[in-house]
């Protein structure tokens, strides 16, 4: 149905332009699903904008042919496009917050596509744009017309973002990472509503992601992408049980698991090289185990290696068998039965409740129970995980900690000391002892400001290093634990990747030698090979020094292979908490139940039946009685409606709050 022939896109730097995309081809048949797979910068979005004729405006598409059933597109005038894009091919763009208009209604801006394409008007068109929000699974559809973006969460907005891009009933469907930012629950929503959809339409799907789980999920074929260039074309069964690349085989091994805890993740060294020092060889060659001269000097051309299964590679060497034994790991040496000890954090009953005012005078009228009730412990050198879906409250208990949002009531204790009430000086000598890595790291770094001036300035703010000379030393040595060179100093966070600016809000929070981490989802936006060179580098930080971490995250895989405790949360309050091994094998509660069911595996077997939950987490400015989860439990009995379980313990160390257990 849409064939890629040797496409190759650039973008105009200067005089020059520089190829993101260098000569790629594939194709995709009525109802197949073709995923692009590849770190970020490799060319995946580019191709997308490129098929869909959507570049920005220093994007040339220098040569190649796309045709949609045989109709070639990159000559077709753009009032002719028009009527292809959104009508017979559609995209779902990687951000709904900035690819929704903001200033329009959701109902016009699937109006727009109802009319244009399908000439809907009035109340056919309502009727049909009602209908598309429900197949989304968005409940009280008709209200959601009339709102604005951003009156809805991020899993609602990508879901309305689907809607357009179903509306026009397209052919073809490219797919920009649409489950990047969204929790384990919608994301199965979300994966669930494709596939249907496309098999009640036969629709052709572009799947664009650096999740191995959706792949496995998703895709009839897969192509790995690097460079620019494609390196290996495989059906699912091969891409999972014999992979080829020696690029595909390190993706791999760089994926955090159970099985290797304790124990280093495989990084794949360097970078992707820059779009203006492409090598004349291989592209992989400098990162690539398995290099021979060869590599350097002549771009390998394609094999076939089996059926339908091609590989651009030198190396002829045995493919990856999946028998989880292939893991090039050494120990980090740490020990799995630490001693938990004295508690270094203790929290009781911490809550934060933000006030709603409306009116002229603007009088309270409720409160938004943002924290209601949360209790946890850390001890010195251990991970606590805190996970949960957005919204329930987890990046305003790291904050409440560090007291960079004032607590409502309840106690927070460090090392003995009490928190809560603590102003001016005493606070500011407190915060030496903790420090947090914000979710987004391009946001948290001052852009004007040099990476070596960045990483001072706690130094200096706190009292830590006051002599200037002493401080520019503390600096390069804080980089080189991190893993950058003492070049970094002098350049500013927009000159970095993703990767290395979070390695330098790192490096910032240890400048004052913390004795706590609040990490925010510090990998959320990162691609498996850089996620494992943080996670490498939180392990070995945490083996070194001793710094107890609070991880908040929703990326479970990070969570078996780094935490040593879980504490699940919903609505504001903790429902069950424990060793890593009790939470995640033996999980009693129906909503830590469904979070793990609902997660995507890396590999084809052991899928198990994701348990769904309906409807969408209630507000937490009118929580349900009772039991918070009751609306959405499968297990939900009246006793649920009528009281707020008390906590159960199960072990020494395992607790849950829930009707059906104890």
């Known amino acids: 149905m849409l064939k890629v022939d040797n496409l190759r896109l650039g973008f105009t730097a200067g005089k020059k332009t520089l190829a993101a995309v260098d000569g790629i081809s594939f ?51 753009e009032a002719d496009m028009r009527a292809y894009r959104g009508g017979r091919m559609a995209m779902i763009f990687q951000e709904p917050a900035t690819s929704l208009n903001p200033v329009l209604t959701v109902g016009r801006q699937i109006g727009e596509v109802l009319e244009r394409h399908l000439d809907l008007r009035g109340n056919a068109a309502t009727e049909r744009m009602v209908d598309l929000l429900r197949q989304v699974g968005i409940a009280d559809p008709e209200r959601r017309l009339t709102e604005y973006p951003f009156q809805l969460s991020g899993g609602m907005k990508q ?35 494709l596939a249907k959809i496309q098999v009640d339409r036969g629709m052709g799907m572009l799947l664009i992601t650096h999740d191995l789980g959706v792949v496995a999920r998703m895709a009839h074929r897969i192509g790995v992408m690097y460079a620019g260039e494609l390196v290996e074309v495989a059906s ?24 290797r805890r304790g124990l280093r993740l495989t990084t794949i060294p360097g970078q992707v090289p820059s779009l203006a020092a492409m090598p004349a060889g291989c592209r992989f060659a400098d990162r690539c185990a398995h290099v021979m001269p060869v590599c350097r000097d002549v771009s390998p051309p394609w094999r076939e290696v089996a059926d339908g299964h091609t590989v651009r590679c030198h190396w002829q060497g045995e493919a990856a068998v999946d028998d989880g034994t292939r893991h090039a790991i050494t120990e980090l040496g740490i020990d799995p039965g630490i001693d938990p000890g004295k508690p270094f954090l203790q929290v009781s009953g911490l809550k934060v409740h933000f006030p709603i ?8 009228v409720g409160h938004v129970r943002a924290v209601d009730g949360v209790s946890l412990a850390i001890s010195a050198g251990r991970t606590l995980a805190l996970v949960g879906e957005s919204g329930c409250g987890k ?120 004795e706590l981490l609040i990490c925010d989802e510090p990998t959320s936006a990162l691609d498996v090979s850089v996620q494992a060179q943080i996670l490498n580098l939180l392990k070995k930080l945490q083996a070194d020094l001793g710094v107890a971490y ?86 939900a009995m009246d006793v649920c409606r009528l009281s707020y379980p008390a906590v159960t313990g199960l072990s020494g160390t395992h607790t849950v709050s829930c009707h059906l257990v104890g």
């Open 27 to 77: 194709a995709i048949s009525k109802g197949e699903t073709f995923a692009l797979l590849g770190e970020s910068g490799c060319g995946k979005s580019a191709t997308a904008q490129g098929i869909m004729r959507l570049l920005p405006a220093a994007g040339r598409i220098l040569e190649g042919r796309v045709a949609l059933e045989g109709e070639p597109l990159l000559s077709l005038s």
């Open 159 to 193: 879901r309305v973002m689907i809607a357009i891009a179903l509306a026009g009933e397209p052919e073809l469907l490219i797919a920009d990472e649409p489950t990047t930012a969204l929790d384990v629950t919608v994301q199965a929503q979300i994966l669930d509503l």
């Open 236 to 259: 699912r069964q091969d891409f999972f049980t014999k992979p080829r690349h020696p690029y595909t085989q390190a993706l791999f091994e760089a994926l955090p698991d159970i099985s």
């Open 357 to 364: 005012r409306k009116g002229f005078l603007q009088r309270t």
């Open 395 to 514: 990046t305003t208990v790291g904050k409440a900690l560090l007291q960079l949002i004032k607590p409502t009531a309840g106690s927070v204790k460090l090392g003995g000391s009490e928190l809560v009430g603590l102003k001016g000086r005493k606070l500011r000598d407190a915060r030496r002892h903790m420090q947090m890595i914000f979710q987004d790291p391009f946001a948290s770094l001052n852009p004007r400001l040099r990476v070596g001036e960045i990483i001072a300035e706690g130094m200096g703010a706190l009292g830590v290093e006051t002599d200037p000379q002493a401080r520019t030393t503390a600096v390069a040595a804080l980089l080189q634990q991190v893993g950058l060179s003492d070049e970094a100093i002098d350049r500013y966070p927009h000159e970095f990747s993703g990767g290395q600016r979070q390695r330098i809000a790192i490096a910032r929070a240890l400048a004052v030698q913390p």
């Open 550 to 635: 609070l991880f908040i995250t929703h990326n479970f895989a990070v969570v078996e292979y780094l935490a040593h405790d879980v504490a699940v949360m919903y609505l504001g309050r903790i429902v069950e908490q424990g060793r890593a091994e009790e939470v995640l094998r033996s999980p009693r509660h129906p909503y830590t139940q469904a979070l793990l069911s609902a997660i995507p595996a890396p590999h084809l077997d052991g899928h198990t039946e994701v348990i769904r939950l309906p409807g969408e987490t209630p507000s937490p400015a009118n929580p349900p009685s009772g039991c918070h989860f009751h609306p959405r439990c499968p297990q």
